[in-house]
């Protein structure tokens, strides 16, 4: 008797882990999905997904029954603003037989009809998954405000700006500096030596960048993608220095560039601000499009 519990406990226990595994994967895609659709403005199949018995605790700490309740709430929420989800990701996750059970969090930006965007704001939250006959529901939801790191924060203002820069987002670039006659923008501009732009000071910055929104020169900046890397952020009290490599694409051609990039942030009323920036191109080992392409 004893030997075969010995041999049947463990092969018992790989069972229960192999389902707990597959559930999981089920419901990570499921959290997928929902907030694959969640990023454009579609709650449907997180609705789809609610428990009939489920409450969701809303980050302004409301409680809702059931999912008439929720989906009322959140279908006024929605209409009144815009939501651009930045990220999400699940921290972790448990799954005990029909139970599963963790903790996760997203990153989003709002835009409240007619008025400016709001900054990108961080929630947190805990969820309760429940298996009825066969098929996992949502069955608790608990959000709340989560406090991003500084490294965090910085490294969505630097990119943030960056993308605000290709889209020619006027309102959102400027957003991310601050607006101080202290502020260096430094960049080389070819190949040959000493070919170096500087701007001081925020209100000259802001016209140039201003005009070359407008005009472009003939590489558009949409035309542009890029990939960073070796990321150094140093924080030190309300002041931060970065430093990253970024390659740049152009799209249109094929070719590509490396760049090393600095940036030095202050925390001014709370929010990390660009106040001097770098990028020093590697014109001469660039990438050509026909040396892209052999």
Known sequence: MIRILLVTLPLLMMDLSLKASSDSSLIIQHYHDIWDAFADIDFDPWYGRLHKDAIIHTAQDQKLHGPQDIRNYYDEAKAGLTMVLLDWQITSLTVWQDIAFGTATYSASFTPHG??????????WDFVWKKDNGDWSIFREFYYPSTPSD???IKQVVNRETQAFYDRDFTTWKKCFAHSPDLVWTVTNSNKPGDVITIRGWSSFQDKVKGWMKNPP????SNLNSSRDRWNIQVRGDVAFISFSDLHYDKSSGGHIEVTDTRVLEKLDGQWRIIQLSSLFDFADAISASQSKN
Do not use: T
Not at 115 to 124: H, L, R, S
Not at 218 to 221: A, E, F, G, L
């Open 218 to 221: 003939s590489r558009k900046p």
């Open 115 to 124: 008025k400016d965007p709001v900054e990108a704001v961080d929630i947190g």
């Open 151 to 153: 490294q965090h924060q």
